[in-house]
């Protein structure tokens, strides 16, 4: 998983592998030093809304995401673009890395 986070913008972008996690009901986290503290950035696919969900907390940015919504994003195949959401503040979005699956398919 890479998250990459701008101004007005969080983007979680996951490999074909760790969508069929996704898929399956399993969260994906990654857990990071920065400093001296720990950071946790996870993608937990048991949102109930049709829309994604950031938590966070002191330690942890945390996204929630529906089943229904990591089926859609597993339908659009080999699509750059995957799936976002754009709020008054934030847009959301959640991809595929296209590139690495080319790399694993090489």
């Known amino acids: ?45 048991v949102g109930v809304s049709d829309d994604f969900i950031v938590s966070y907390d002191e330690n942890t940015i945390r996204l929630l995401v529906s089943a229904p919504k990591i089926q859609a994003l597993a339908d659009l195949g080999h699509c750059r673009e995957g799936l976002e959401q754009v ?14 699956q080319r790399r694993q398919s090489a």
Request: proline share 3%; net charge positive; glycine share 6%.
């Open 1 to 45: 998983m890479n998250v990459k986070i701008s101004s007005g913008e969080m983007r979680f972008k996951i490999t074909a592998e760790e969508l069929e996690h996704l898929k399956k009901g399993i969260p994906l986290v990654e857990r990071l030093v920065v400093g001296r503290q720990k950071l946790t950035l996870a993608i937990d696919p």
């Open 87 to 100: 709020t008054d503040h934030l847009t959301i979005s959640l991809q595929v890395d296209l590139r690495t």
